[in-house]
């Protein structure tokens, strides 16, 4: 076991956290002696239960740490996992990084230790920051990054305020054809009607050359 133990030891992560309080000698150090992992890539809907049964089978896992929108308080698709000894932990990395869990293919490295404050996401949106740029489509971590979708609802508000306003336009009442009321006919001189034309009466005290217009 000891043999096999040897040959499992991993370097050390290439990921730097950038909040780590502390020098590169530090950093490094608390990497050299942790007994946690930060396990990436993770579905939004894959469930605490799913990853101990998962890492549990390498090690007695001591902790789970669900990575959570800042803003939502929703999973945002990572985790960190605290195992009780350095030699499972070292296990974990080499035995589960690139394996399949919820049908995606998760990413397990080496973590300096978790704190408060590091399951939240960094992202501006809330979640992790990788989520904010993906331009690809990913059911599984909420579809479209959050710039791209920002872009597709307003494309979508054009969309809609342009067909809004086209059916308004053709809300409008067509003057044309509206009907002629007593007071249309009156103000454009039509509705005074001449006694003469009417009134036979008047008809015979007409002159001459107003008859012969016929």
């Not at 803003?71 to 990572?78: A, D, E, I, K, Y």
């Not at 989520?131 to 990913?138: G, L």
């Not at 009156?186 to 509705?191: D, F, N, P």
Request: hydrophobic share 25%; glycine share 12%; net charge negative.
């Amino acid at each position: 076991m000891a043999r096999l133990y040897k040959s499992l030891q991993v370097g050390l992560s290439a990921y730097r956290d950038r909040r780590f309080d502390g020098s590169q000698d530090e950093y490094e150090d608390c990497l050299k002696d942790s007994t946690t992992v930060y396990v990436g890539n993770l579905s939004f809907y894959t469930t605490e239960e799913q990853i101990l049964d998962l890492f549990s089978r390498v090690g007695e896992v001591r902790r789970i740490v669900i990575g959570l929108d800042k803003q939502r308080l929703t999973p945002c698709g990572f985790c960190f996992v605290v195992f009780y000894t350095r030699q499972d932990t070292e296990i974990c990395v080499n035995l589960l990084g690139g394996s399949v869990l919820d049908e995606r293919p998760i990413r397990v490295d080496i973590d300096w230790g978790f704190q408060e404050g590091r399951q939240f996401g960094r992202g501006k949106s809330g979640g992790q920051v990788r989520d904010e740029y993906r331009t690809d489509y990913d059911d599984g971590r909420g579809g479209y990054g959050k710039i791209v979708q920002r872009e597709l609802e307003t494309q979508q508000m054009i969309i809609q305020a342009s067909a809004e306003g086209d059916a308004s336009i053709g809300d409008v009442p067509d003057s044309s054809n509206k009907k002629r009321g007593r007071g249309d006919d009156e103000s454009s001189g039509m509705g005074k009607r001449s006694r003469g034309n009417d009134n036979p009466r008047f008809r015979e005290g007409r002159d001459d050359d107003d008859d012969d217009r016929d």
